[in-house]
């Protein structure tokens, strides 16, 4: 087969170059967004081969079925990496949303029915293809929006085969879209009605049925659990961090979103990958993720839509930690998987810098998803899989004006996936 090569010329500059073998930035060091002000990027067969500045240029012998890029004005950014979603889902939820305009609270609409029994009650019934088709459609969007890797979550079966069902769809869009795909086993999102007098025995046929059975088909590469009061303890989350360490599928946990139970320390002694939501963080919660592998992944669209507090973003980084950002894509609680909106929700709720922001959505947020090594950076050997802005005056300026779209073009693996006029 033919080689396919790519030539970015004339950015305004290369964002995110930081140094081969760089998995993540902490603390103060997340400010740092290392550029390439006037650069050149080229791939060969979807990776990275060579970067510089315009004046080092080396030229090129031969430029046939050379892909050529001119890049004017206009910056070079690695694409977002979203590491929590929940794309696979049957139908929204705007019913709830509505009821909640209207005074109730997540709580309060799960109680009623509402929440996640409500999307797996519709999951159950809806034939497999189905489920494909709606969230392909979905994920060919959030591409065209600069992300390149995506983690999906299980979590609306809450049943053998819908839970299977669920991952069987993460894995068919794996193999059919040009995007990075990671799935996550989330059995534990909520106690289903039929077991709903028998909690042990949800946990059993997690721990002894679906999380072997999952490991042995290779449908996910993390496991999840939603720790929260009205939904599991810290001790059945433990148990399924356990169980997930026998079979290789280290965890990504939903922590801290409406209490703080201590389930953060109980994930870093489980050395989880990361810890997601913490809206709500007690001190001894911060001091737990030093020193840790466990990554605080922040989720403020998630904030944004249900009205709750935003998770200490600016306490985090002060304390040296490596802060990610995600959607939280659902139909309940972020019916959005923008990851520009997160950015800019990063910068203005959070109080994020920009550089902060950007390192938080991709070599944070890919690193939280474990794919550090191929993506996150503009970096020889990585994937070339970026977003080329609209011009736009500085990188500060994406998330200060907010909402508008900045993208002009986004590469995957060396190939436009949405092209704008610097591909002309
Ligand atoms: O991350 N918090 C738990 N799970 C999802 C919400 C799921 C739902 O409401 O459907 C979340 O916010
Ligand atoms: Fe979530």
């Not at 930081?18 to 990027?41: I, S, Y």
């Not at 534990?188 to 039929?194: F, T, V």
């Amino acid at each position: 087969m033919e080689a396919t090569r790519l030539l970015i010329k004339n950015a305004k500059a290369l964002v995110g170059v930081h140094p081969p073998g760089v998995g993540r930035v902490q603390g103060a060091d997340m400010r740092v967004l290392p550029l390439l002000e006037d650069g050149w990027l080229m791939a060969e067969n979807g990776i990275i081969t060579a970067m510089g500045i315009e004046a080092d240029w080396p030229g090129i012998a031969d430029w046939n079925g050379l892909e050529v890029i001119d890049a004017t004005g206009r910056y070079v950014l690695p694409g977002w990496c979203d590491p929590h979603t929940h794309t696979v889902f049957a139908a929204p939820r705007e019913g709830e949303f509505v009821d909640r305009i209207n005074g109730l609270n997540y709580e309060q609409i799960a109680a009623k029915g509402g929440g996640i029994l409500n999307s797996a009650a519709k999951l159950r019934q809806m034939p497999e293809d189905d489920l494909y088709h709606r969230a392909k459609a979905r994920v060919e969007e959030l591409m065209a929006q600069g992300t390149v890797a995506l983690e999906i979550k299980s979590g609306y079966g809450l049943d053998l085969e819908s839970e299977l069902k669920m991952l069987r769809v993460a894995k068919r869009l794996k193999q059919s879209l040009p995007l990075q795909v990671r799935s996550t086993l989330l059995a534990a999102h909520a106690i289903p009605p039929e077991y709903k007098s028998d909690r042990t025995g949800y946990l059993d046929l997690i721990v002894n049925v679906l999380l072997p059975r999952v490991a042995e088909e290779g449908l996910a590469h993390y496991v999840d659990c939603f720790c929260e009061r009205n939904y599991f303890t810290v001790p059945e989350m433990e148990r399924i961090l356990e169980a997930g360490t026998r079979y290789g599928l280290p965890g990504k946990v939903h922590v801290n979103q409406f209490s703080s139970m201590g389930a953060i320390a109980a994930a870093v002694a489980n050395e989880a990958l990361s810890v997601d939501h913490l809206e709500v963080m007690e001190p001894a919660d911060i001091e737990a993720l030093r020193g840790s592998g466990t990554i605080p992944t922040l989720l403020p669209s998630c904030s944004f839509f249900l009205g709750i507090p935003y998770a200490p973003a600016r306490a985090l980084i002060n304390a040296g930690l490596p802060v990610a950002l995600a959607t939280d894509f659902n139909p309940g609680t972020t019916p959005s998987g923008n990851m520009n909106l997160v950015v800019a929700l990063g910068c203005i709720k959070l109080r994020m810098l920009p550089e902060e922001a950007v390192n938080a959505a991709t070599l944070n947020a890919a690193a939280a998803m474990g794919l550090h090594q191929e993506l996150g950076s503009l970096t020889v050997g990585k994937r070339a899989s970026c977003i080329i802005t609209r011009p736009v005056p500085s990188i500060a300026y994406l998330p200060y004006a907010f909402g508008q779209d900045h993208i002009d073009t986004v590469i995957i693996d060396g190939k436009p996936v949405r092209s704008g006029a610097s591909a002309a």
